[in-house]
């Protein structure tokens, strides 16, 4: 069996312009791990991209989550494979490609018999897939979604790896251009508390800024009453909730929009507990878009971001 690297691409979570991340990089058979700042090309992304120089031909690449493909399609790459989903737009560009299951799931057989040379995949999921990914012949990584800095690390160092260095540079000037200006927007404006729930059909958690909508909402200026206390989700009763006493509360869904968005109602009419928050009387109580604000970074950030301008910071 050849040599194969598993590359991990993450960035450290940051509220701020700067595009400061890490990358990990474990050689098989080698406890030696490069760890980069800044921008990330040394070390494990120059190990990637000779990887990728040594092939001779261009990669064949799989994106195994809606997400991944929309970077994938900004940076001008092809695909061999792609994953299917029934609630995120998958590029045009890889309409016709084969399909290898769900972000969560993907089709160990489909995947094998498309031959990647790489995969690329959120690293939410790293836990689920890397001992899957570990029985393929095939590299791997696992790009930081978690929040809009850790997406733009992770298309510079793509960009790296798959000789899109143009394209990356487009892509990132363009963050911080748009950063830039939503900065001034909300300068000086007084930063709203917020209580960030994110639900499923018949519970929620509490999102901290570890989460993607919890570091959009850092971005946008908010104060996050669950502080990062190094995950990304909590659960905690309402009653403790109540002690944080947030001027907003944010409601998202993780997944089946409608039947989070019931609930929700439903349990904000029927805890008696709700009723007593200020926020809940001063009626500062939003439902996020679904298309907006998911589980991983998009390039639907901007709209985020400019959906949460207006919840923080209009006056009632």
Same mark, same amino acid.
């Given at each position: 069996m050849?040599k194969?690297i598993?590359?991990?691409?993450?960035?450290a979570f +940051?509220v701020c312009?700067l595009?400061?991340?890490?990358?990990?990089?474990h050689?098989?058979k080698n406890t030696?791990?490069?760890t #980069?700042?800044?921008n990330?090309? #040394?070390?494990a992304?120059?190990?990637?991209?000779?990887k990728?120089?040594?092939?001779?031909r261009?990669? *064949?690449?799989?994106a195994?989550?809606p997400?991944?493909?929309?970077?994938?399609e900004?940076?001008?790459?092809?695909?061999?494979g792609?994953?299917?989903?029934?609630?995120a737009?998958?590029?045009? *560009?890889y309409?016709?490609l084969p399909?290898?299951?769900?972000? +969560?799931?993907?089709?160990m057989e489909i %995947?094998?018999?498309l031959?990647? /040379?790489?995969? %690329?995949?959120?690293?939410?999921?790293?836990t689920?897939?890397?001992?899957k990914?570990?029985?393929?012949d095939?590299?791997?990584?696992?790009l930081?979604? *978690?929040?809009?800095?850790? +997406?733009?690390?992770?298309i510079?160092?793509?960009?790296?790896?798959f000789?899109?260095?143009?394209q990356?540079?487009?892509l990132?000037?363009?963050y911080?251009?748009?950063y830039?200006?939503?900065q001034?927007?909300?300068a000086?404006?007084?930063h709203?508390?917020v209580?960030?729930l994110?639900? %499923?059909?018949?519970?929620?958690v509490?999102?901290t800024?570890?989460?993607?909508?919890?570091? %959009?909402?850092?971005?946008?200026?908010a104060e996050?009453?669950?502080e990062?206390?190094?995950?990304?989700?909590l659960?905690v009763?309402?009653?403790?909730m109540?002690t944080?006493?947030?001027?907003?509360i944010?409601?998202?869904a993780? @997944?089946?929009?409608?039947?989070?968005?019931e +609930?929700f109602?439903e349990?904000?009419k029927t805890?008696?507990i709700w009723?007593?928050f200020? @926020?809940?009387? /001063?009626?500062?109580?939003? /439902?996020l878009?679904?298309?907006?604000?998911g589980?991983?970074? #998009?390039f639907?950030y901007?709209?985020?971001l400019?959906?949460?301008?207006?919840l923080?910071? #209009?006056?009632?």
């Amino acid at each position: 069996m050849s040599k194969r690297i598993r590359l991990q691409i993450l960035s450290a979570f +940051m509220v701020c312009l700067l595009l400061t991340g890490c990358v990990d990089q474990h050689l098989e058979k080698n406890t030696e791990a490069y760890t #980069t700042q800044g921008n990330g090309q #040394t070390g494990a992304v120059e190990a990637a991209r000779e990887k990728v120089i040594a092939l001779g031909r261009a990669p *064949r690449i799989v994106a195994t989550s809606p997400a991944a493909a929309q970077i994938c399609e900004k940076l001008e790459l092809d695909l061999v494979g792609v994953c299917s989903s029934s609630t995120a737009e998958i590029p045009d *560009r890889y309409r016709d490609l084969p399909t290898i299951g769900t972000a +969560m799931s993907p089709d160990m057989e489909i %995947l094998a018999s498309l031959s990647p /040379d790489w995969i %690329l995949s959120p690293s939410s999921l790293q836990t689920d897939l890397q001992s899957k990914y570990e029985t393929l012949d095939s590299d791997w990584a696992f790009l930081n979604l *978690r929040s809009v800095p850790g +997406m733009y690390q992770s298309i510079e160092e793509l960009g790296v790896i798959f000789d899109r260095e143009e394209q990356a540079k487009e892509l990132t000037d363009a963050y911080q251009e748009f950063y830039q200006n939503f900065q001034k927007e909300i300068a000086g404006k007084e930063h709203p508390k917020v209580l960030i729930l994110m639900g %499923l059909p018949e519970s929620y958690v509490i999102a901290t800024e570890r989460s993607y909508i919890g570091s %959009l909402a850092a971005l946008a200026g908010a104060e996050n009453v669950y502080e990062d206390q190094g995950q990304e989700f909590l659960t905690v009763n309402t009653e403790d909730m109540k002690t944080k006493e947030p001027d907003i509360i944010l409601r998202a869904a993780h @997944a089946l929009p409608d039947q989070v968005a019931e +609930m929700f109602a439903e349990d904000f009419k029927t805890n008696d507990i709700w009723k007593h928050f200020q @926020a809940v009387k /001063d009626g500062k109580v939003y /439902d996020l878009p679904y298309e907006q604000f998911g589980m991983s970074a #998009t390039f639907a950030y901007q709209n985020a971001l400019e959906t949460l301008k207006k919840l923080l910071y #209009t006056e009632s």
